[in-house]
């Protein structure tokens, strides 16, 4: 068990940029979640996988955010035209099953200026 | 959205005393977890507590769950500097995904 590991650690990009991040969850883990989280702030859900399959995007989710899971492996998440409110960590979990222990990565901290 | 909100946002103690953070959320839900993190870095799970459970122990960690007031509590007992982190409950709502509260800051003075 290698935990949950994200990538990059930090991100400092230009307004109006895209970004990418990617996320590799532990291997057996069928569920993967993406999470914003600001200063101050608890986690908030972005969207989540079971193996392949994108099941539910957050209705606070603009359609600048795009996330994948080809195969079932890893993830990415993208920004398109980043704003400086896209500035903030992001997170990703996996898991074995449904609202079980989630494992999170330590996250990318997204800088837009 | 965010489905709990903790209390107190921050609490400030010495080592060898006891912590309390509580928890109130909105609906009904399948079990409520707990997490801590520390600065900068991404959460570990706690504990997680079922809806039909109504007390739960790990270690120095006693977290209680009263689904009729909607409300958690996770006590700390003999806190220690290492303590210091923000801790946050999570519960399901009933469906997939976990929802976070709003976090308690706790630091633990040596």
């Known amino acids: 068990d290698t935990g949950v590991s994200q990538d990059p650690r930090h991100k400092i990009t230009k307004r109006g940029q895209n970004v990418t991040f990617r996320c590799d969850p532990i291997s057996e883990h069928n569920r993967l979640y993406w999470y914003r989280q600001t200063l101050g702030q608890g986690p908030e859900f972005l969207t989540y996988f079971q193996n392949e399959a994108q099941l539910e995007k957050s209705r606070l989710l603009s359609d600048r955010f795009s996330a994948e899971r080809p195969k079932g492996s890893f993830s990415t998440l993208e920004i398109q035209r980043t704003e400086q409110g896209d500035s903030a960590m992001y997170l990703c979990?996996?898991?074995?099953?449904?609202?079980?222990?989630?494992?999170f990565g330590n996250g990318t901290r997204l800088t837009v200026t | 959205s965010q489905q709990g909100e903790e209390d107190p946002q921050a609490l400030s103690i010495q080592e060898g005393e006891n912590a309390t953070m509580n928890c109130s959320y909105k609906t009904s839900i399948n079990n409520l977890q707990w997490y801590r993190q520390n600065s900068g870095r991404g959460l570990v799970h706690l504990i997680l507590i079922r809806s039909n459970e109504r007390e739960k122990h790990s270690g120095r960690l006693r977290v209680t769950l009263d689904t009729s007031k909607k409300s958690s509590s996770l006590l700390i007992t003999a806190s220690r500097a290492a303590d210091t982190a923000s801790y946050f409950c999570?519960?399901?709502?009933?469906?997939?995904?976990?929802?976070f509260g709003t976090g308690t800051r706790l630091q633990v003075f040596p």
């Open positions: 979990a996996s898991s074995y099953g449904p609202v079980v222990a989630l494992h």
């Open positions: 999570a519960t399901d709502g009933g469906t997939d995904k976990l929802i």
